[in-house]
């Protein structure tokens, strides 16, 4: 089992300098608001095309909840984008199971890119209305159970208050599995 650097930064995970990005799309994968609208504002117009083009290809009834599919980055700093889509609260969709198949999955088409580091935001925590700290909790468990090649894993949170929501799960976890 390879240790992965977990990272936890506040910020823009569009300005992030690794080799995936992990964007919480919907299953349209047409963009949106939230961090799918920042990815193809700062993508450009190339990753819709894109998008497009997996459609009509091969999700002709879009993404399903938990699965991940990449594109190239365009514009982005970052090679690869792998688009996931969380479970939306809103919608009765509550199985933690579905938001640890977002990571998984993602952490999996990132081993089949061969990329080393990836970027994750904080999955449904946002307009599909998770709490940032079952979010945290999850994220964390499905690294720690992933045996890949991905060597470094950021979550990048827009918000102190999510970023520091994490930081205390890390905190909590790191010393559970001391005990
Ligand atoms: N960088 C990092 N994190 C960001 C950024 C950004 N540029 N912009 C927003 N976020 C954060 C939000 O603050 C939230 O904590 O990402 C987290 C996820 O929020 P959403 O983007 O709303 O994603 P989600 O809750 O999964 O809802 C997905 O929202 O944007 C639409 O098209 C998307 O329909 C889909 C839904």
Redo the contacts with the bound molecule.
């Keep these: 089992m390879q240790s992965v650097d977990v990272r936890i930064i506040q910020?823009?995970?569009?300005t992030q300098e690794v080799d995936a990005v992990v964007n919480?799309?919907?299953s349209a994968l047409l963009?949106?608001?939230?961090?799918?609208?920042?990815i193809h504002a700062a993508a450009g117009p190339e990753l819709l095309v894109a998008c497009r083009a997996i459609r009509a290809d091969s999700l002709h009834d879009g993404l399903p909840v938990g699965q991940a599919v990449a594109t190239p980055g365009f514009q982005l700093p970052a090679r690869w984008i792998i688009h996931t889509v969380?479970p939306?609260r809103h919608a009765g969709q509550t199985d933690p199971a579905l938001l640890e198949s977002c990571f998984r999955r993602s952490l999996e088409v990132a081993d089949d890119l061969q990329a080393r580091s990836v970027a994750f935001?904080?999955?449904?925590?946002?307009?599909?209305?998770?709490d940032?700290e079952a979010v945290a909790r999850i994220a964390f468990r499905t690294i720690a159970e992933f045996d890949g090649g991905v060597r470094e894993v950021r979550f990048?949170?827009?918000?102190e208050r999510?970023a520091g929501v994490f930081r205390q799960v890390d905190r909590l976890t790191r010393s559970s599995q001391q005990e």
Excluded: K, M, Q, R
């Design positions: 910020g823009d995970i569009t919480a799309a919907n963009g949106g608001g939230g961090v799918d609208g920042a969380g939306n935001p904080a999955i449904s925590a946002g307009i599909y209305g998770w940032p990048v949170l827009f918000s999510v």
